[in-house]
């Protein structure tokens, strides 16, 4: 009888261990997801079920406080569809036609070395409509910079060369070179007018010599696209070019309409 009881006094012991481990790494995923530290944070997410909106390392409410999104209106079936590039690999041209012909603007953050190289690529986005956001001039760890001056160089740079391109003041979104980012960049980002745009659904498209197949991509793209889903893609991906046409069309078969980040910051 008395080993019994002691069975079962361990059981409940153990039980009790079990659940405050559970409560504790809750506790401790939520104050992540409220506040980010002062130090270097890589932007990241956690997908839970297929179609649900992912939980970023910093909450869409603490992210708001600095004019950042990672995610749009989570009750509307809407894509806000952004492109990364530090270069072109012969993707874009493809890429901006297929744009055209699902009437579906982007938004293409680009680096210093875009600018310069493909300059006429550049006009052709803004003129058929599309956001040329700033991705920096020469794409560093923005985490690592800590002076106003520094950060605001880096961003400020590539806005001149911008308007020397288009003749246009360049529309005041950032995306943090490999989503590095601490709190104190997104104040700065703040304080110089623009918006911090991350994202909410990528995928491993960006390796030119390792590219996922068609089959793999739309594996990660169909299943977790999401409500207000901001969707970061690289247009130097081949595979991106092949399956944007379809893969538009699949979204649009799910129901999903497409926004700008015009949109998205007018209504958030």
């Known amino acids: 009888m008395l080993i019994s009881i002691k069975k079962n006094i361990f059981i409940v012991i153990i039980l009790v261990i079990l659940v405050l481990t559970v409560l504790l790494i809750y506790s401790t995923f939520s104050k992540i997801s409220v506040s980010v530290s002062a130090g270097i944070s890589n932007w990241g997410l956690k997908f839970n079920e297929e179609g649900s909106v992912p939980i970023g390392n910093a909450s869409i409410e603490f992210l708001k406080k600095y004019n950042a999104y990672y995610v749009g209106d989570t009750k509307e079936k809407c894509i806000y569809l952004t492109f990364d590039a530090g270069f072109e690999n012969g993707n874009t041209a493809g890429i901006l036609d297929t744009l055209k012909k ?6 293409f953050f680009l680096v210093g070395n875009y600018l310069e190289k493909e300059p006429e690529l550049v006009r052709r986005m803004v003129e058929e409509g599309h956001i040329v956001g700033n991705h920096t001039y020469n794409h560093p760890d923005m985490s690592a910079i800590s002076d106003l001056e520094s950060f605001k160089k880096e961003l400020s740079t590539l806005e001149e060369l911008y308007k020397e391109i ?93 926004k700008t980040l015009d949109d998205l910051t007018a209504n958030i």
């Not at 699902?102 to 938004?107: F, G, T």
């Not at 960049?185 to 745009?197: F, Q």
């Open 166 to 258: 288009t003749g246009e003041e360049m529309p005041k979104y950032y995306r943090p070179p490999q989503g590095k980012f601490n709190e104190e960049n997104l104040k700065m980002a703040k304080e110089l007018g623009y918006k911090t745009i991350f994202w909410s659904l990528a995928y491993v498209d960006w390796y030119t010599n390792d590219q996922p197949s068609k089959e793999y991509a739309f594996s990660k793209l169909i299943p977790r696209i999401h409500p207000g889903a901001i969707v970061l893609l690289h247009s130097t991906s081949d595979t991106n070019e092949q399956i944007l046409d379809e893969l538009i069309s699949k979204w649009k078969d799910l129901g999903y309409c497409f």
């Open 102 to 107: 699902h009437d579906v603007k982007a938004a």
